[in-house]
């Protein structure tokens, strides 16, 4: 493996012998402040380097040498770059640090050395990509208990990304779809039913919300709904329920978004994408029990046909909800995928969308927000959390969030008021009202740490991936 040969400039500072086989794009102000937290990198020298193979990535538990500085987090030697691991978040560090080398132009890697196992492979492989470009890594050896979940992780969280940063144009409702299919079918297929339901159908079966909101757009509104059954038992009892709201791009409608607000709308159907991993991701951990998967799947776009504001939205389940905001659409097409999520009785129902500003606005994107009336099932799912090392941080839903969304023409407003600020939680406090047993058994999950707009130390920009783990873990504990 042998990459391209090239030029250097190098910090004066830097010892001969920590001198390594870096790529021509590197940059001596980069490696000076990057590296060792000193922005003193006037004096430069021009060193040769010729790149005959891929950079080596070690770590270590002792201190950086002095010359990198109190602060180095990781240092160049003759054998490649050595990452200093303290004890207080090095899964963080190595994440950190990856993201750093990637910035370098350091496209090919070898973890080799000690210390290496599947949760600091995968914490160096969660900073290292990026969506533009390739990479290269060669792995270090790990049992094959941990070899397969890496592969694991590497095959279904990266479809997860991938499939969030895919271009509107690119990826439909239909496309959303199949590709949800397709990859379940790759883990389980033997053991996985669906049935896809779209465009004038889904009105003729009354899904109302999915419709409405889809109707707008040429590109048909769809329903996929998704049977995983490993017991072979047509009469299984459903152990679990996952909706996900797919957007596959959000203008806001007649309440159209600003550009800053809608030039990552592709990512609208990140709820989808991550439930879908969620589930391969238990199959390939061993999940044996019965679990339905529906997707809510359409554009939000403008045009003569598309949905207006006043209008009234009829559903199945008796309830009727007027239209005040046509950008707070994903909760009128997650209804539909929670109706049918009821009907099959489960002991745990859990939808997922990126839903809220207001969610975001709370937490940042570093964190994915729950809801639950159900605190032993929050319990469990934010232990679910621990485990994996994902961010995940409860905010409040109770009775009285139910009956913040007041309308003079239908039971339910599709948004709250003013009066009624605490939008990520009535928007929650909404979607109960399509939950048959919403106090028990629910979790609504509004995911924020879903995609980032720009890059920062730990991600790059795009989508993270963040929630899979979590919920593969709750299905099969």
């Not at 009892?237 to 978004?257: E, W």
Request: glycine content about 8%.
């Amino acid at each position: 493996m042998s990459l391209t040969r090239g030029s250097l400039w190098l910090c004066k500072f830097v010892p001969d012998e920590f001198v390594a086989h870096l790529p021509p794009s590197c940059n001596a102000n980069h490696l000076a402040k990057d590296l060792t937290g000193c922005p003193t990198a006037a004096r430069l020298l021009i060193r040769k380097i010729t790149m005959t193979e891929a950079m080596k990535i070690t770590l270590s538990t002792q201190p950086a040498d002095a010359r990198w500085g109190d602060k180095a987090t990781y240092s160049i030697n003759n054998d490649g770059i050595t990452l200093h691991l303290n004890g207080k978040d090095d899964l963080g560090l190595i994440q950190r640090a990856a993201r750093k080398i990637d910035g370098l132009g350091i496209k090919q890697v070898a973890l080799t050395g000690e210390g290496w196992d599947t949760e600091r492979c995968w914490a160096f492989w969660a900073g290292y990509k990026g969506p533009k470009g390739v990479r290269t890594v060669m792995w270090p050896d790990l049992d094959d208990a941990q070899r397969q979940e890496l592969d694991n992780r590497l095959t279904i969280i990266d479809w997860v990304r991938d499939t969030i940063n895919a271009p509107a144009e690119e990826l439909g409702p239909e496309q959303l779809a199949q590709r949800a299919v397709d990859l379940l079918c790759s883990v389980a297929c033997d053991s996985v039913t669906y049935r896809i339901t779209k465009g004038e159908d889904l009105r003729e079966q009354n899904y109302m919300g999915l419709h409405t909101v889809g109707r707008g757009s040429e590109r048909p509104p769809v329903l996929l709904a998704l049977d995983y059954n490993p017991t072979g038992d047509k009469d299984a009892p459903v152990y679990a329920c996952l909706v996900g709201k797919g957007i596959t791009f959000d203008s806001g409608g007649y309440s159209i978004k600003q550009s800053a607000f809608m030039d990552s709308m592709k990512s609208d159907m990140g709820g989808a994408a991550t439930v879908t991993g969620a589930l391969a991701f238990a199959i390939t951990r061993g999940l044996n029990k019965r679990v339905k998967l529906f997707l809510c799947c359409a554009d939000n776009l403008i045009s003569g046909n598309a949905f207006k504001l006043g209008d009234i939205i009829r559903y199945r389940n008796g309830k009727n909800v007027e239209v005040m905001n046509t950008d707070a659409e994903g909760r009128l097409v997650l209804a539909d995928g929670l109706i049918d999520a009821s009907a099959q009785h489960p002991q745990l129902i859990i939808d997922m969308a990126t839903l809220t500003g207001a969610a975001k606005t709370a937490l940042g994107n570093d964190y994915h927000a729950l809801f639950s009336f159900d605190d032993t099932l929050a319990g469990r799912l934010l232990t679910s959390a621990a485990q994996e090392n994902e961010p995940f941080w409860r905010l409040p839903l109770a009775e009285f969030h139910r009956n913040q969304l007041p309308s003079n023409f239908a039971e339910l407003n599709n948004t709250g008021s003013a009066a009624y600020p605490a939008g990520a939680s009535t928007a929650a406090g909404f979607l109960s009202h399509f939950v048959e047993n919403y106090r028990e058994g629910w979790l609504h999950i509004d995911c924020s740490a879903t995609y980032r707009k720009a890059p920062v130390e730990q991600w790059a920009a795009g989508a993270t991936g963040l929630g899979v783990r979590t919920i593969a873990n709750l299905l099969t504990a």
